[in-house]
């Protein structure tokens, strides 16, 4: 009787596993960004938490509280400076978006001469130092209303009014810019199968163009309030009277001494900026 032998298979020997080291590049890189992080980031937050603190003492932390929030809020300096920010920032924001979204369909759509040069003006006031921008409207508003007074007899004053052009002015690119990011993925031939349907330029500019771009077009007019509501140093430059923003009233407060009001106007002010940015971004991202 034969019997049919069987072998068990083998199995292959284990690998024995490596350690993981730490490369020194790896290492150097990592511990560079977390440096740098807390480089920008550990001030603010610790201007943040020093905002609800119970002692006016900067120094001493003794207790949380939100007594500084409610006494911003009754503030009438904070809130006349709230509302000046708010205006400046509404009607910049609203003229720049309008402005922003036509010179974006201009450059991308036609073509002219000096269309280079004046791609390269637009980009001015974005990469300008922002001291210079200040400096030349101011000097540009001087000259105007000097001129306006000798001719016409006009007298104009710095006010809320020179601040919103001088807004204006250095928010449109960057709505321009934005605007035309969303332009570059735009698909023509939607356009094109609208007018073959029978809409004419303005219908499909409404039905078809402006609803693409409206994702576009609203991180643009986001990014403009932002950099409305936080601007200082052309603001600065270009106030009057009676015309404070809500950066100048924090300016004011601080060469009297950093007090726990300042540190919650501060802190008010950050949340604000950081909910439009991240509100923008993701309006960018959408499709």
Same mark, same amino acid.
């Given at each position: 009787?034969?019997?049919?032998?069987?072998?068990?298979?083998?199995?292959?020997?284990?690998?024995?596993?490596?350690?993981?080291?730490?490369?020194?590049?790896?290492?150097v890189?990592?511990?560079?960004?977390?440096?740098?992080?807390?480089?920008?980031?550990?001030?603010?937050?610790?201007?943040?938490?020093?905002?609800?603190?119970?002692?006016r003492?900067?120094?001493?932390?003794?207790?949380?509280?939100?007594?500084?929030?409610?006494?911003?809020?009754?503030?009438?300096?904070?809130?006349?400076? /709230?509302?000046?920010?708010? !205006?400046?920032?509404? *009607?910049? $924001?609203?003229?720049?978006?309008? #402005? +922003?979204?036509? %010179?974006?369909?201009?450059?991308?759509?036609?073509?002219?001469?000096?269309?280079?040069?004046?791609?390269?003006?637009?980009?001015?006031?974005?990469?300008?130092?922002?001291?210079?921008?200040?400096?030349?409207?101011?000097?540009?508003?001087?000259?105007?209303?000097?001129?306006?007074?000798?001719?016409?007899?006009?007298?104009?004053?710095?006010?809320?009014?020179?601040?919103?052009?001088?807004?204006?002015?250095?928010?449109?690119?960057?709505?321009?810019?934005?605007?035309?990011?969303?332009?570059?993925?735009?698909?023509?031939?939607?356009?094109?199968?609208?007018?073959?349907l029978?809409?004419?330029?303005?219908?499909?500019?409404r039905?078809?163009?402006?609803?693409?771009?409206?994702?576009?077009?609203?991180a643009?007019?986001?990014? /403009?309030?932002?950099?409305? !509501?936080?601007?200082? *140093?052309? $603001?600065?430059?270009?106030?009057? #009277? +009676?015309?404070? %923003?809500?950066?100048?009233e924090?300016?004011?407060?601080?060469?009297?001494?950093?007090?726990?009001?300042?540190?919650?106007?501060?802190?008010?002010?950050?949340?604000?900026?950081?909910?439009?940015?991240?509100?923008?971004?993701?309006?960018?991202?959408?499709?």
């Open positions: 009787m034969s019997t049919t032998a069987t072998t068990a298979p083998r199995t292959a020997p284990l690998a024995p596993r490596r350690r993981r080291r730490l490369k020194p590049g790896w290492l890189l990592n511990t560079n960004v977390v440096l740098t992080f807390l480089f920008l980031y550990a001030p603010i937050l610790i201007l943040v938490i020093f905002s609800f603190n119970a002692s003492q900067q120094a001493v932390w003794v207790g949380f509280t939100i007594e500084w929030y409610e006494q911003m809020m009754r503030d009438e300096r904070v809130i006349a400076a /709230a509302k000046n920010s708010l !205006i400046i920032a509404l *009607v910049s $924001t609203a003229v720049s978006t309008v #402005i +922003g979204t036509l %010179t974006a369909l201009a450059l991308d759509r036609f073509r002219f001469r000096a269309k280079t040069a004046f791609e390269g003006a637009m980009y001015l006031p974005i990469i300008v130092p922002e001291i210079v921008m200040a400096i030349s409207l101011l000097v540009f508003f001087n000259t105007t209303f000097t001129l306006l007074d000798r001719w016409l007899g006009l007298t104009l004053k710095f006010g809320l009014g020179t601040i919103t052009i001088a807004h204006i002015a250095f928010s449109f690119p960057f709505v321009a810019v934005v605007v035309r990011a969303r332009l570059a993925d735009f698909d023509r031939t939607l356009e094109q199968a609208a007018q073959d029978g809409a004419n330029e303005w219908q499909t500019f039905y078809v163009t402006l609803p693409l771009l409206m994702p576009g077009i609203l643009g007019a986001l990014l /403009a309030f932002t950099l409305s !509501i936080d601007d200082f *140093v052309i $603001t600065f430059f270009n106030a009057g #009277i +009676g015309a404070t %923003t809500l950066p100048l924090i300016y004011g407060r601080i060469r009297r001494g950093i007090t726990p009001e300042v540190n919650a106007l501060s802190a008010v002010l950050l949340l604000a900026s950081i909910a439009l940015v991240l509100g923008s971004v993701l309006l960018q991202r959408r499709r």
